[in-house]
């Protein structure tokens, strides 16, 4: 029986522990504090904090939330962990603060571990040896310095993980005027605290960022996400049903960004948001959002809006005293601001120091799907290191360790030349997501989910009654283009496709209790991916649908006949072009070339132009 080691009890290692159990190794769990849970059980989930992510997103596959729909707070999401380890009997495979100091790969293949055991004074090194070595440690390691510009600040100056009650206290109470550093999720939350308390709120930003809203409306978020908590919102309502949904996914890039700079221009979300979104994404004009980190949090926005917090975009800023010069992104001007505190919210550092390996990269973008780095094949992995940019990263977490886990038990193998496919992942990436392209831990959430599960043999799947009636549909649709163009013998066509198109179009609602319109329109929760392969449970799928029936959990909104206006034109347009594209992919892959966007690569379905898309001819008839 092979041994496997897991480092981490986050979301992350206690998905990965759970898979290497599955597969029937002797599988432990290292996890230096003295509780699971990672950065939720830890000071970095601060009070009151909310995920952007919702709970059937950020739930593993084969444990849905058995919670409405809904976005937890830090805590119900913890304690969902816990039901998660519980429910799978985790935590006689955890050894609580045990601190691995040591990795080192020995002549014979296996990892040598060094354990540091217990609390002081009485500690003890653990030496184990074992076949494969998981890393789960999180992104949350060592928060990040200060910028070198706030080395003159004298007034007082936090990172987000120290943020707290007494904090908040203590601006209110001194009126003090509060700087934020950062744009991401933490910054958005803190900055709307902030401004209900004092007098003086700025956000500087490097350069300005891109936000999208927990809900697809313009109403204020953190009053959705109570009300959300005793009431069912519809499932098209959430931000993952626009993001994640599978019609979306099956344009090509250039149509779903050139979408959103539509969504953005028109009244339907937070005005701020719209501006922000726009100006932020000028140097990606058909890319837009694609091309950039975005924050899933709206608050910002919203005070923003109400004029209680500025945002100062400027690359460069000095401080002496409590005194900061901002230099203007045009011309040579200075703003000059008064801060009597700092809240950094740009993020932490990830560091391995007791993996003592050579040669090998730190950047998980320069692993083979984020997860193996070259060299070592299928011993050491890491699980966590993809970031979506919609949706949650513990899904991603999973994906990746049921792949780990069919190659540590020899059901799949590494593609023997997947160092070289890293390469090519790497340079598509930094230039599809050029905007932030030093956020290495950045994937897309629908085409890094696709093709790994596609690797892993778990990909969801139709039923026959579905794939047929989509064929039936698509070879009419067909045949009225042919019509329409006026095509030789094809002008009788239009008598016969129209009333088949016209059918099968209604059919799609009701054939399979409307699974069709489900499966295109619904966020790609986790729970799609344990309809087939290793471990699979159709019934969590079919539960998790039966929640949400197809008329009684569709609003229809300004944002959502938006959505359909916009992706039904743009779905059949790429299904037409997808043969005339599906030849050179093919034959770019087997000559190992990447297919580069000048030569039209990004005109691919969104699917598969990342994480070493795999596109095959019988996509052509699957919806």
């Not at 300005?208 to 409306?217: A, D, M, Q, V």
């Not at 159709?538 to 938006?562: E, N, Q």
């Not at 087997?590 to 580069?596: C, D, E, K, V």
């Amino acid at each position: 029986m092979k041994r496997v080691a897991v480092v981490g009890s986050g979301p992350c290692g206690l998905a990965a522990l759970k898979e290497m159990c599955d597969a029937g190794f002797e599988a432990m769990l290292f996890e230096r504090s003295e509780r699971m849970g990672g950065v939720f059980a830890s000071a970095a989930a601060y009070p009151d904090l909310h995920l952007t992510i919702s709970n059937w997103c950020m739930a593993f596959s084969d444990f849905p939330d058995p919670m409405r729909l809904c976005y937890p707070s830090a805590g119900e999401y913890l304690q969902y962990l816990h039901n998660y380890a519980s429910h799978f009997d985790l935590e006689r495979h955890i050894q609580y603060n045990s601190e691995v100091i040591s990795a080192q790969q020995g002549k014979d293949g296996q990892w040598h571990l060094q354990v540091r055991q217990g609390v002081k004074p009485d500690q003890t090194i653990l030496h184990v040896q074992v076949d494969a070595l998981v890393v789960s440690t999180g992104a949350h390691h060592v928060p990040r310095s200060p910028p070198a510009g706030l080395a003159g600040f004298t007034g007082r100056v936090i990172h987000s993980n120290e943020y707290g009650e007494e904090f908040k206290r203590e601006v209110e109470e001194k009126k003090l005027r509060v700087l934020i550093v950062g744009g991401g999720e933490s910054s958005a939350d803190l900055s709307a605290e902030m401004g209900a308390l004092s007098p003086e709120v700025a956000v500087w930003l490097r350069r300005p960022h891109c936000f999208g809203p927990r809900y697809l409306n313009k109403k204020n978020e953190m009053e959705q996400v109570v009300v959300n908590k005793t009431r069912d919102f519809p499932a098209n309502s959430f931000l993952e049903a626009a993001t994640t949904n599978r019609m979306s996914a099956a344009q090509n890039v250039y149509l779903y960004g050139l979408w959103r700079k539509v969504l953005w221009s028109l009244p339907i979300l937070n005005g701020s948001l719209n501006s922000m979104c726009l100006e932020s994404t000028k140097p990606a004009f058909f890319l837009n959002d694609q091309a950039t980190f975005v924050t899933k949090n709206q608050r910002m926005c919203e005070a923003v809006g109400e004029g209680k917090v500025e945002v100062i975009v400027s690359k460069d800023v000095s401080s002496r005293g409590l005194t900061f010069d901002f230099r203007t992104e045009k011309g040579n001007g200075v703003q000059r601001r008064e801060f009597d505190a700092v809240i950094l919210c740009n993020g932490y550092l990830t560091e391995f120091p007791w993996l003592k390996v050579e040669g090998v990269s730190w950047n998980p973008r320069d692993w083979f799907l984020h997860t193996f780095p070259a060299g070592l094949g299928h011993t050491l992995s890491f699980v966590g290191y993809a970031r979506p940019h919609q949706g949650g990263i513990p899904p991603m977490a999973e994906m990746q360790a049921r792949y780990v886990a069919r190659i540590i038990r020899g059901d799949r193998v590494l593609p023997s030349n997947y160092a070289t496919l890293a390469r090519h992942d790497a340079v598509a990436e930094r230039n599809y997501y050029h905007i932030s392209p030093n956020l290495d831990t950045l994937v897309d959430y629908a085409a890094y989910l696709e093709n790994v599960a596609r690797r892993a043999g778990c990909e969801p799947r139709l039923p026959a009654s579905s794939i047929l009636l989509y064929n039936l549909h698509m070879v009419a649709f067909v045949a009225m283009i042919a019509s329409l163009f006026g095509m030789e013998d094809s002008t009788g066509y239009m008598k016969y496709a129209l009333p088949v198109w016209i059918g099968t179009l209604l059919a799609f609602t009701v054939v399979d209790d409307g699974l069709l319109i489900q499966w295109w329109l619904y966020p790609q929760w986790p729970v799609w991916y344990r309809q087939r392969g290793h471990g699979a449970n159709p019934a969590h799928l079919r539960g998790i649908l039966k929640r949400v029936p197809l008329w009684r959990s569709t609003a229809v909104t300004p944002g959502f006949l938006l959505l359909l206006f916009w992706s039904i034109p743009t779905f059949y347009l790429q299904r037409l072009i997808a043969p005339l594209l599906l030849v050179p992919h093919l034959l770019f892959t087997a000559l190992g070339i990447r297919f580069r966007e000048a030569w039209g690569g990004l005109l691919r379905p969104k699917m598969v132009v990342l994480h070493s898309g795999v596109w095959r001819l019988s996509d052509l008839f699957l919806p």
